[in-house]
C-alpha cells in the first residue's frame, strides 16, 4: 500500500485542522447557490497544475446537502517525488472540512492518484466519510453509482510504469498550459485548457475516453442501477450510454468543472471558468450575449 509522510497533515487529525485559519479569509458572499448535491475530483492538491484559486471561488460560492469528492484530491505520486504544498492548498482542505463542521455531509472515494488513503475506507475523520465506492438515490429516486474509475483503466491497473510515464508527460503539457494562461492574463483573455483542446483533436485519446465511459457504464448495467459518476479522465460529460445515464464530473486541473444535483434531482455541469468569464464581464457585455 503506497504511503506518504509529507502530508502537512495527519489523516487521523483532520479534525484538528479545522480550527486552524484559511490563509485566503472565507468570504461572504450573499445568495451563495445551493444545491442538493455536488461531485468533485481530481483536484491534484500537491501540485502545481492544481487550479487552486478557480477551486476555492468554487467552494466560497456553492453550497450543498451533500459533497463527494471522487478520487484524486491528493496527488500522491507528485509529492512523492517533490514537496510541493502553497497554503492555498490548505485553504481547499479547510474549505471543506469546514463543510462537514456545519452539517454538509461529505463522502471521500479516494482515486489512484490519492490511493495511501483506500486504507483508511470505511471509516470517517473530521466528518469525512471515506468509501471504496458508493451509491447515491437522487431526489427523483434514481440510483447512481459513485466511483473514481481507475479500476476500469486497463493501463493504471496492469501497467503502472506506463502511467507513471503518461503523468510525466502530462505535467509537462499542464506546465505548458499554466505559462499560456499567463500571457492569456496580460491579454485579459479567459482561461483556455490546453491539454483538454489537445484531448478533443487526437483520434486515440478520444477512443481511450469513449471507451472507458462504455466500460463504466457497462459496470453500473450489471449493477443494476439507474446511472454512474466518475471521475479520473479529466472529461466532464454528461450522456446516456445503452440506457445508462453516465456523468463524469471533470476536475480541477484543465477543465475547472463540477456536477451538481438540483433539489428535482436534475444533474447538471459547472464549467466554472466560464462562471467567473461571466461574472467578471462587463454589464455591456453580458446584455450582448443576452440578447
Known sequence: MATITRLPFDATHLSDFQASKPAIPERIIAGRRQYRTVWIS???????????AMLIDFLDHVDSEKMYL????????????RFYWPAAHNDIVWRILKRAKRGTEIVYIPGNHDEMFRQFTGLNFGGVHIR???????????RLLVLH???FDAITMSHRWLAYLGDAAYEAMMALNRWLNVVRRSMNLPYWSLSKYAKQKVK?????ISKFEEIVAHEASVRRVDGVIAGHIHKAEMRDIAGIAYYNDGDWVEGCTALVEHYDGSMELLHWAEEIAAREAPESEVRLAAA
Open 149 to 151: 474509475g481507475d479500476e
Open 42 to 52: 481530481d483536484v491534484h492538491l500537491g501540485t502545481r497544475g492544481c487550479n487552486a
Open 204 to 208: 486515440n485519446a478520444v477512443s481511450f
Open 70 to 81: 471522487v478520487g484524486d484530491i491528493f496527488d500522491g505520486w507528485a509529492l512523492k517525488k
Open 132 to 142: 471504496r465506492q458508493a451509491v447515491h438515490e437522487t431526489a427523483d429516486g434514481r
